[in-house]
């Protein structure tokens, strides 16, 4: 049995979203943030030294890091769906955004979230800030004009990995018509909407 070790308003929603696209079945071990910081409880420690999430238990390994994961699960569990053929120019732009979205994308919208929170103090980092933010999304932007999906023309892990730097632009996404397009496109995808009922609230499926 696979085992996801699940926080609320996190990453490992898309893990859920990706197990229910392959039609696998799981196990969902569910953890709540502190309401005032924010954090992971400490019970996440006990799973995994560094207290974070997602977890996943499978095939007698403990894997972190989303992108891993979805890489392991696709590999061993995919039956050659959600990825495509190996050696191919697809294959390595798939390689590609699996390490994107955490390697990159989504520094600056952290950024973001953590400098606005310290006010005046932060308004020096703000216009660096919103220049990698134009940069990336505009990046990601441009790659999804005229395609519904990241990777040639079939929906992917690609798309699950990145899946959650659209949701957190969704306060930027109105200047990204084809990022915004993508994000409204695969939440309504049914194996995205059944993970958000086993997986609990979840604030940016807007």
Do not use: C
């Amino acid at each position: 049995m696979i085992v996801v070790h699940h926080l609320n308003e996190s990453r490992s929603q898309r893990v859920l979203w990706l197990l229910e696209e392959l039609e696998l079945p799981y196990e969902i071990r569910h953890y709540t943030r502190d309401a005032k910081t924010r954090l992971a409880p400490p019970e996440l420690q006990a799973v995994h030294p560094l207290g974070k999430s997602p977890v996943v238990e499978a095939d007698g390994l403990k894997l972190i890091e989303s992108g891993a994961i979805v890489d392991a699960l696709i590999r061993r569990h995919g039956g050659g769906r959600l990825q495509p053929a190996a050696n191919t120019a697809d294959f390595e732009s798939y390689v590609q955004w699996l390490h994107y979205a955490e390697g990159s994308a989504m520094l600056p919208l952290m950024l973001k979230l953590y400098v606005s929170r310290l006010g005046d103090a932060g308004a020096p980092l703000k216009p660096r800030i919103d220049s990698e933010l134009a940069n990336h999304l505009g990046y990601v932007d441009r790659m999804l004009q005229g395609r519904e999906w990241l990777v040639g023309n079939a929906f992917s892990g690609a798309d699950v990995q990145m899946s959650f730097v659209g949701e957190a632009a969704r306060g930027l996404r109105a200047s990204y018509p084809a990022i915004d397009a993508w994000v409204r496109r695969f939440q309504q995808r049914p194996a995205y909407r059944r993970a958000l009922e086993r997986g609990g609230p979840y604030s940016m499926a807007d």
